[in-house]
């Protein structure tokens, strides 16, 4: 049956919807070619497009670098980053960051009685074509290394790949496009791939001052890991200022997120390990 809207209701029904989302995870990742794996497996399309330095597919993305920035209750939980030759370090630190933005709570099983650590909150992911690129990415590359990790990660692996709770009234399902734990701004506000700096611009947010997405090869070729870091970060601050811009003009607050001064002068820890 339909039902009468007045703007009180629609406010009442959205802090309804969201208040249980009180946990974000921006994230970023940069990526270079994976030279050894087009050597050994690459078919002609495959060198062909290396060879004009035309985008990859997504298996041949080699992870150089991960920035990550966590806003619980809308607090700063933290903003780091690691820019490394050991990919299995940029994994790994992915997959800990992303377990350290839920909440937990230590409680009685219903099942056995006994106390164990229980999900309280699941973190909301926040990123620029993340569902088309960044987390495809940082699956397969997982694939890797899978066996090599440490059980908790594993487990939270699966978490994330869940989809027993269809309507997510309970659960989520990070991995469904229409998931609503994780916003790719581009793609679930605009309704089509647009880029950070395109978006930016628009919002008077400085991006990109570190450099471009296709000069991060030409970095790690020169072993500036560190810069890389830096222009990742930059990526990742950038999108949480738009995130926050995007809920206060065009979601009316609809989330618990910081408005956009909360981020200004806020700087990433950013661990180089070559």
Not at 71 to 92: H, P, Q, R
Not at 228 to 244: H, N, P, W
Request: proline share 4%; with cysteine; aromatic share 14%.
């Amino acid at each position: 049956m339909f039902i009468n809207w007045n703007w009180d209701m629609i406010v009442k029904k959205r802090e309804d919807s969201f208040k249980g989302f009180t946990n974000f995870l921006v994230f970023d990742i940069e990526t270079v070619k994976d030279s050894k794996m087009i050597e050994d497996i690459g078919n002609e399309r495959e060198r062909e497009l290396d060879e004009n330095n035309d985008f990859l597919p997504i298996p041949f993305h080699r992870i150089v670098s991960v920035s990550v920035l966590t806003v619980k209750k809308m607090g700063l939980e933290f903003f780091e980053c690691v820019s490394t030759n050991d990919e299995k370090t940029a994994v790994e630190f992915f997959w800990e960051k992303y377990i350290q933005s839920f909440d937990f709570v230590n409680m009685k099983d219903p099942n056995d009685g006994q106390n164990k650590k229980h999900i309280s909150s699941f973190p909301v992911l926040i990123s620029i074509n993340g569902k088309s690129f960044d987390i495809p990415v940082l699956m397969v590359r997982t694939l890797k290394y899978i066996s090599d990790l440490n059980e908790s990660i594993k487990k939270f692996i699966s978490i994330h790949l869940d989809k027993f709770d269809n309507w997510e009234k309970e659960f989520p399902k990070y991995s469904h496009r229409y998931t609503k734990f994780h916003i790719d701004l581009p793609e679930d506000i605009f309704g089509r791939k647009i880029s950070l700096k395109n978006l930016c611009y628009l919002t008077g947010i400085p991006v990109k001052e570190e450099g471009e997405g296709d000069e991060v090869l030409e970095m790690f070729k020169n072993g500036d890991l560190e810069r890389i870091g830096r222009y990742c970060s930059e990526d990742v601050l950038a999108t949480a200022k738009l995130f926050a811009y995007i809920n206060q003009h065009l979601l009316y607050r609809s989330y618990n997120f910081p408005d956009i001064k909360f981020f200004e002068g806020i700087e990433p820890k950013i661990k180089v390990l070559k």
